[in-house]
Structures are given as C-alpha cells and as structure tokens.
C-alpha cells in the first residue's frame, strides 16, 4: 500500500496519517491578509510551541522574554537591529530577510525595525513576558502576560 494511500483529505487543511493530524497552512496567504503592527496569525502548535506570522513596522520599545523554551524566527522580509540581554553581556545584530535566529530560553530581546519586516516564529505556548521599554516587568506584569 503506498503512503497516498493512507491519507484522507479533511476539510482543506488537515489530513490523517496513522492516527496523527497533518496539518498545510500558507504563511504567504496569512500575511497577505495580516496588517502590519497587529496581533500575529497563529498558524499550528506543536510540541508545546505556536507557529505563526507578524507584520511589524515598529517595535516602539518592545522586549519579550520566553522562560519555557527557545525561539525561533525565520526573517521573510524586511530589515531590524535585533538585541538580545543575556545575564551578563547584551548582543545587537544586524538582521534581514533571509536571516534565522535562534533565541535562547530565558534571553530577553527586542529590535529595532528599519524596514517593515515579516517574521515566521516558532514561541513557546507559556512563560512568555513582555513589556514596553520603562515598564517595571514585575510578577503582577509577568502573569498578565503569561495569560496570552
């Protein structure tokens, strides 16, 4: 019997392979529809990750922090310094389209965008801070964030 076989198409996205769900999504469709500077698209999760898509024109001061697990993000578009504060030295890197960086757990990071960038990431689903560059990042600040 040959792979093809054992798939069965349902709906337009998910598809069955020996009881597991195979799941297609366009990150190209997602940002074609996503404006800049708003929320990202959540395209999957898995192993205790999001997969999704952003449009960003502006960073305004924004700084994340992941205590769970590392970070990926794949640069499709656009140009950005891009920091990030380990416990004892700070890192600033010129990134653009084509670039992939891996961000360690726990390494707060933000960036500087220059030209509107598109970024594919793959974040862990908990543990996740934020907050705005002057905002004390206290524990109440931590579990407001933790709860998105």
């Not at 640069?75 to 950005?80: A, D, V, Y």
């Not at 920091?83 to 990071?109: F, M, R, S």
């Not at 598109?118 to 933790?146: D, Y």
């Amino acid at each position: 019997m040959s792979y093809h076989s054992h798939l069965n198409q349902v709906g337009d996205r998910d598809t069955f392979f020996q009881g597991r769900i195979f799941m297609k999504a366009s990150f190209t469709q997602a940002l074609a529809n996503l404006h800049p500077d708003v929320a990202p698209v959540l395209l999957s999760e898995f192993d205790q990750h999001m997969v999704g898509v952003v449009r960003m024109t502006t960073s305004d001061g924004f700084w994340e922090q992941h205590n769970d697990g590392d970070e990926i993000l794949i640069i499709l578009q656009g140009r950005m310094d891009f920091t990030l504060c380990y416990p004892n030295a700070t890192a600033t890197l010129a990134v653009e389209a084509g670039d992939i960086l891996h961000i360690p757990q726990g390494v707060a990071h933000g960036a500087k965008i220059y030209e509107e960038v598109h970024i594919l990431f793959f974040t862990p689903q908990v543990g996740n801070i934020s907050w705005v560059e002057g905002e004390q990042v206290t524990e109440q600040v931590a579990a407001r964030h933790r709860q998105h």
